[in-house]
């Protein structure tokens, strides 16, 4: 199993960046797939989740209207596009795959700072 996210750097506040993430080594279609991101000093969260076939979101109440996941089950990929990004953004950013709690899969995630 891997989940290799991509697309995190230094960014200015207000701009935008596109995170994606690869899965390999399981069916992909079957799992709901979020992203969480983890600031210095303080806990893991959820940003965002989408159902396996792409039909539901979630988004946390600090990136709503500002962020936005997606996937491609066809590619096995999933994506967060994020917009109008704040200093408080800034975290690493990690994608996550789930069905059950034996079925819990983790990126190594990628960093996005978000500073002038």
């Known amino acids: 199993v891997q989940l290799v996210e991509s697309g995190g750097g230094l960014v200015q506040p207000g701009g935008s960046l596109r995170l994606s993430c690869a899965a390999s080594?399981?069916?992909?279609?079957?799992?709901?797939m979020s992203w969480y991101r983890q600031a210095p000093g303080k806990e893991r969260e959820l940003v965002a989740a989408?159902?396996?076939?792409?039909?539901?979101?979630n988004y946390a109440d600090s990136v709503k209207g500002r962020f936005t996941i997606s996937r491609d089950n066809a590619k096995n990929t999933v994506y967060l596009q994020m917009g109008s990004l704040k200093p408080e953004d800034t975290a690493v950013y990690y994608c996550?795959?789930?069905?059950?709690?034996?079925?819990?899969?983790w990126g190594q995630g990628t960093q996005v700072t978000v500073s002038s």
């Open positions: 080594g399981f069916t992909f279609s079957r799992y709901v």
């Open positions: 996550n795959a789930y069905t059950d709690w034996l079925h819990d899969y």
């Open positions: 989408i159902t396996s076939a792409g039909g539901s979101t």
